[in-house]
């Protein structure tokens, strides 16, 4: 299949997810489902791909899916959207200009440039992550909080890196891009059930609960 009819079929694909939730919105969707309409709708047999859709729904275009991250009632592969409203700060995304881009690859010489303690993930573009699996694609991350309006910095390569997909990933959940802080409450909702319980004992003794044997919480 061609680069661009592969595109198409990816965009509806988002497009048919995107309908069954806004149908459906306050109703649980389960994964059987998701593929399914893409299946129905596309024509394609079989469809892997439906996660990365949820996932451009959510950090490209804004909406609120929830999961089993987020409500303890959802069951694995159950997503769930209560609301049609996006959130305004993904509706905006801007892009460095095709030669900033160019030059801020060189720079990076096609390695990611997330660093952690001093150290740099380096994965090179194209080549296979050894960590998360698939090809590595690097792609623009505008590093100054968003508050500066990144518009007034697509021509200037300082102003940007390059991220290979894990660290977009990290990046946009753990780092709050308006304020340059860590963002605790996607680090803890992203979180297994078993950290979040812990998370949740630290929180009531912080806050003065205890928690009695038949797990009743009163106030010390
Ligand atoms: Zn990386």
């Given at each position: 299949m061609r680069?661009?009819?592969l595109d198409k079929k990816r965009n509806s694909g988002r497009a048919i997810v995107r309908q069954l939730f806004l149908d459906n919105l306050g109703k649980v969707i389960t994964k059987e489902e998701l593929i399914r309409a893409i299946c129905e709708g596309t024509g394609l047999p079989d469809y892997e791909n439906w996660h990365q859709r949820l996932s451009e729904l959510r950090t490209d275009e804004g909406y609120t899916i929830l999961s089993r991250r987020?409500?303890?009632d959802l069951r694995p592969g159950q997503y769930l959207m209560l609301s049609s409203e996006r959130r305004e700060a993904a509706a905006k995304r801007v892009r460095p200009t095709p030669s900033t881009w160019r030059a801020v690859l060189t720079r990076a010489q096609s390695r990611c440039e997330w660093?952690?303690?001093?150290v740099r993930c380096g994965l090179m573009d194209g080549a296979t992550d050894t960590v998360g699996g698939g090809t590595v694609k690097l792609t623009p991350d505008h590093m100054r909080p968003h508050s500066v309006d990144p518009r007034s910095h697509?021509?200037?390569?300082?102003q940007w890196q390059a991220l290979c997909g894990r660290h977009q990933v990290t990046k946009r959940n753990y780092w709050d891009?308006?304020?340059g802080k860590l963002n605790v409450v996607a680090i803890v909702q992203a979180a297994s059930g078993k950290d979040k319980?812990?998370?949740?004992?630290?929180?009531l003794a912080y806050f003065g609960y205890t928690v009695d044997a038949n797990g009743n919480v009163g106030k010390v």
């Open positions: 680069g661009d009819a987020d409500r303890r660093q952690e303690e001093g697509a021509d200037d390569p300082a891009s308006t304020t319980a812990v998370v949740f004992r630290m929180l």
